[in-house]
């Protein structure tokens, strides 16, 4: 791969023994809320027939994907913090980037594909049977995940063949873009802009997908005579509204900017409520503002 440095070391948070125990804990407990969470979510789905839908299908390959993100994430960062596992070899460093910006990408064509399903419920309501059928909606949710992993290919490939001739210490709790960037010797510029272009068409284009959903979702919800009948269409839209707008506002400020290589404390803030804090706070969004979720989680446990 071209590099003098065949490992990096991962400083994770600074502070007291103490300190980092505490985080320690509250990273456990939020990585295992959000595995019984989401997983809960998956098996609510799969077990309740009135939830065989295409916007629960979504949902759940959407719950699916924050396990595995989340996962690419704490236990590291676990190992960081407690100092046993502090280093990590070129390779593996690199194929973290590349696993989490995949999973972060197709989480941004998901949560766009989500919105141009609820426009297609909110605005045409007879007709959405028909219009969202299961074939779209598998195909809508492998293009996802296929753009997704695509989308990072290159960008991955770039950076792995940056030079590294020292330091070898990421500010960090785990391998992100920015963190490889201010380590390398060699000529960033290609990676940055591709980086920068790499945002604007997955984090940009879906957020304006998404935005002109919901513009019409809006639109169409103004125009129901009754406020029942307002009330109602807003709630099947209202958690996924939530989930966009905490997802968005965190990842343009990671990713949409000309230069990667600033304010590095920063976005280890950012990146934690990005990849720990976000995945718990969606099934949690998704329970607590949907209706059908809830009936169907009352009725399993009625059942048990």
């Known amino acids: 791969n071209g590099t003098s440095v065949q490992e990096f070391i991962l400083l994770g948070f600074p502070g007291t023994w103490q300190f980092r125990v505490s985080f320690v804990v509250v ?12 997983a809960s979510i998956i098996a609510l789905v799969w077990r309740s027939s009135n939830l065989h ?8 390959n959407l ?14 960062a676990i190992g960081v913090m407690l100092g046993t596992s502090q280093t990590i070899s070129f390779s593996v460093c690199i194929l973290q980037l590349f696993f989490l910006l995949s999973l972060g990408s197709t989480e941004c064509f998901l949560l766009s594909v989500m919105a141009y399903d609820r426009y297609l ?4 309501p007879l007709r959405y049977s028909s219009l969202m059928n299961s074939v779209l909606s598998v195909r809508l949710a492998l293009s996802s995940w296929l753009g997704g992993f695509l989308a990072i290919s290159l960008l991955a490939f ?12 990421i500010n960090h709790f785990l391998c992100d873009i920015d ?10 510029w290609p990676v940055e802009l591709a980086t920068f272009l790499i945002s604007i068409i997955v984090v940009v284009a879906s957020c304006v997908v998404t935005l002109v959903s919901y513009m019409y979702i809006i639109s169409s919800i103004l125009r129901i005579q009754s406020a029942h009948g307002r009330k109602k269409a807003f709630s099947t839209c209202s958690a996924h509204l939530s989930v966009v707008t905490i997802w968005y506002g965190s990842t343009m400020f990671l990713y949409v900017k000309p230069s990667a290589q600033n304010s590095l404390d920063m976005n280890k803030i950012v990146n934690t409520f990005n990849t720990v804090v976000t995945p718990l706070l969606n099934p949690f969004i998704y329970t607590l503002r949907n209706k059908e979720v809830k009936l169907a989680l009352g009725r399993a446990f009625r059942k048990k």
């Open 158 to 169: 770039l950076t792995s063949r940056l030079t590294f001739c020292g330091p070898d210490v």
């Open 63 to 76: 719950s699916f994907l924050e396990i595995w993100y989340t996962t690419g994430v704490v236990p590291k």
């Open 179 to 188: 963190s490889c960037l201010a380590l390398s010797c060699s000529d960033t």
């Open 27 to 38: 990273f456990a407990l939020i990585y295992t809320l959000t595995v019984i969470g989401n």
């Open 121 to 124: 419920a909110i605005c045409y």
């Open 53 to 60: 839908t295409p916007m629960y299908f979504f949902l759940c």
